[in-house]
């Protein structure tokens, strides 16, 4: 096939398989869903190595598909489970696990995915030699667009994994199949061990898929009539009969105990699940339930197997949304509201630490439910929170937010009820609960703009700093070996730079996209595809138009991210819907498309195409890392230093490159 094709299935096959490995490791190895960060990370070094690679080697990258059924093979004959240790940072996770800590698994993991991600970098970089760098780049983005909507689409479909398999054997053997006795020893037998490895997982009694987990749901074997729900590998939920819950765990029938003798009416439940605290809400009286649940595999697996049917009620409606998200959109208002248990055991997609219910416990997010709350309404909320801090910074938000004392009720493990009122008056807090105003102070509130409920305090935990010190030393050791001397890359470090801030500017998307519209998976992949739309039509007005001098173009930059980091997305949150999305998108695009401008004009001029990107994806490496600062500042910051690493880019231009304008196509082919 011709390098157009090969480039846009590359690229395809490139973005579909570093979506597939974040997905299948977290899913496989427990605990990496909170660090598929690390797994982003360890795609972005393979696919830069893969780029420098390509012009240095001419030999088919035949190596990566057996590292990949070796990788997977390997995560199923030795199951890991990460060993977190301390509390300056809780993990909802089983509370009991072994093996080797988290960093020295997550290198691991990262070697093996960057050793992955680099063959379709060759595929992709060798490309890049044989066309025009912009119509290259071009052709790039719209494989990758090709890449992230068919996963979309799967994850929509819930398909299970062997399906990803299948796509990435076809695509695999379609790029580098020639008939000779090496590429069937290379390509043919570990591509159909793979898809046998994963046909074995996906037909397993009892599992099934959502767009966050592998689920596995089965009835207990000691106890009948109790279904046990289990995501990647942890025990998350139990379906059970709702007396019988609340009859062995009494956080589940406190926040009724709390309200006095009135009747619930109303009541909204966030994370309704598998439908256990909607059953409970419904023998209690509630005359209405609203199920908001994210989850539709977790919800439907509750109308499936529940033993009291809670979702065939005709009292209760059911929304799959994230809880935040459907707050900020509904006018209805209730008697009570309860956030039942919505701890997640993933991260969002494209941030490092933003979990999928970080926006739920905020203080704008409980002022929230005040104002969603009837006249002598109340709210409450419980889990397992692991650590006295917790619980406290909890109260403290709450207390807050209603602007009186609210009732605590602990238990032995850690496990705590927080109830509040509209009103003091509205909730009825008993002899063994403990009123706190202010205990959260301590420890700091969480709020939108740093939504770190389960950080101890604003840092970055020694966990972190070790494992990236010595990811990033594996970066410098292997761009030596593979690229060779590092003075290849060394006319392009304002690319290096453009990457870092890049990678920050799309950090920021993601978390104020998913403060606005939801965590939820759908606007997580709007928001990548918007992303490389708005790259694409950079390139696309580099190619066609003049535009305007770099220097022109870095001082729109500026001014952009100025106009951004003035205003907060929760202010947003007060306009209505159309408006919001408008205002979200020209203040998170607008500096991504400028940005781009500059990239494109800068590609097209570049000697070493591979390089040159090579360089550019490394840096977006350094700006994962920097990510890591919003644990201290907050991710509003984030713009102001991905301005600074724009700053930087900027003096780091070629003499003679300022002042000079983009020039058309026709130009740029030319050169």
């Given amino acids: 096939m011709g390098p157009r094709t090969r480039l846009v299935l590359s690229s395809a096959l490139m973005l579909f398989l570093e979506l597939a490995l974040i997905r299948w490791t977290a899913s496989n190895v427990v605990h990496l869903g909170y ?31 057996i590292l990949l059924a070796v990788l997977v093979g390997f995560v199923f004959a030795f199951p890991v489970n990460v060993q977190r240790e301390g509390s300056d940072l809780i993990f909802f996770t089983a509370l009991y696990t072994d093996g080797p800590p988290a960093w020295v698994a997550l290198p691991i993991v990262f070697i093996c995915v960057a050793a992955i991600l680099a063959g379709p970098g060759e595929m992709v970089g060798r490309c890049f030699l044989e066309l ?3 119509e290259a780049y071009r052709l790039d983005l719209v494989g990758s667009l090709i890449g992230i909507v068919g996963f979309t689409v799967l994850s929509f479909l819930r398909a299970p994994s062997v399906a990803w398999g299948v796509i990435v054997a076809i ?7 020639k008939p000779k006795p090496v590429h069937v020893a290379a390509l043919v037998v570990p591509m159909v061990a793979l898809v046998g490895m994963l046909t074995a997982e996906s037909i397993t009694e009892n599992i099934s898929w959502s767009p966050y987990y592998k689920i596995l749901a089965a009835e207990h074997e000691q106890f009948p009539g109790v279904f046990t729900v289990t995501v990647n590998g942890v025990p ?3 379906a059970m009969d709702a007396e019988r819950k609340a009859a062995s765990e009494a956080q589940y029938d406190l926040p009724y105990q709390r309200i006095g003798d009135r009747k ?7 994370g309704a699940g598998t439908g256990t605290d909607v059953a409970l809400a ?3 009286g509630a005359t209405k339930v609203h199920a908001v649940e994210i989850d539709p595999r977790l919800q439907e697996i509750g109308k499936e197997i529940h033993p009291n049917k809670p979702y065939d009620d005709p009292r209760v409606e059911v929304s799959i949304d994230d809880g935040r998200a459907f707050l900020s959109r509904t006018d209805d208002k209730y008697d009570l509201v309860i956030f039942a248990l919505p701890d997640s055991l993933t991260l969002v997609a494209g941030a490092s630490s933003l979990r999928l219910e970080s926006y739920l416990f905020t203080t704008e997010a409980l002022e929230s439910v005040r104002d969603h709350l009837n006249p002598g309404g109340a709210f409450a909320m419980y889990n397992y929170y692991r650590e006295p801090w917790l619980i406290d910074r909890l109260a403290g938000t709450a207390a807050a937010a209603f602007d009186h004392p609210v009732c605590v009720d602990t238990g032995r493990s850690n496990d705590a009820v927080i109830t509040a009122g509209l009103t003091e008056a509205d909730q009825h807090c008993g002899s063994a609960a403990n009123a706190r ?7 700091g509130l969480a709020s939108d703009d740093h939504p770190f409920l389960y950080l101890f305090k604003r840092s970055i935990p020694s966990f972190y700093l070790v494992t990236l010190l010595g990811i990033l030393l594996m970066s410098l050791v292997s761009v030596r070996a593979v690229g060779g001397p590092v003075k290849r890359m060394r006319p392009y470090g304002d690319l290096f730079f453009l990457g870092a801030a890049f990678l920050l500017l799309e950090t920021r998307a993601v978390t104020g996209f998913a403060l606005l519209f939801g965590t939820t998976w759908v606007v997580n992949a709007l928001v990548f595809a918007g992303v490389l739309i708005v790259v694409l039509l950079a390139v696309i007005a580099t190619e066609r138009w003049r535009t305007p001098p770099l220097k022109v173009v870095y001082a729109m930059l500026a001014a952009s991210l100025l106009l951004a980091a003035a205003i907060p997305p929760d202010l947003l949150l007060e306009l209505n819907v159309p408006l919001r999305l408008l205002a979200a998108v020209s203040l998170a695009f607008a500096p991504i498309f400028l940005a781009n401008l500059v990239f494109a004009k800068r590609f097209a001029e570049t000697h070493d195409g591979p390089a040159a990107f090579g360089a550019n994806l490394l840096g977006a490496m350094l700006g994962g890392a920097l990510e890591y600062v919003s644990l201290i500042t907050g991710y509003q910051a984030l713009l102001l ?24 196509r026709v130009a740029v082919t030319a050169s």
Avoid at 37 to 63: C, D, E, K, M, Q
Avoid at 264 to 270: A, N, W
């Fill in 35 to 65: 660090f598929s960060n690390f797994v982003l990370l360890g795609s972005f070094l393979g696919i830069g190595l893969g780029f420098l690679r390509a012009g240095r080697s001419t030999r088919a990258p035949l190596y990566f598909p």
């Fill in 132 to 134: 025009p760098r912009l």
């Fill in 171 to 177: 695509l695999i053997i379609a790029l580098l199949f």
């Fill in 236 to 238: 998350h939920q139990a």
């Fill in 264 to 270: 619930p009416g109303s009541v909204l439940i966030v």
């Fill in 282 to 284: 419904l023998s209690r």
């Fill in 437 to 443: 105003i202010s205990a959260g102070a301590t420890s």
């Fill in 641 to 664: 230093l991905a301005g600074v690493l724009y700053g930087v880019s900027f003096l780091l231009l070629p003499r003679g490159s300022r002042a000079q304008a983009a020039e058309p």
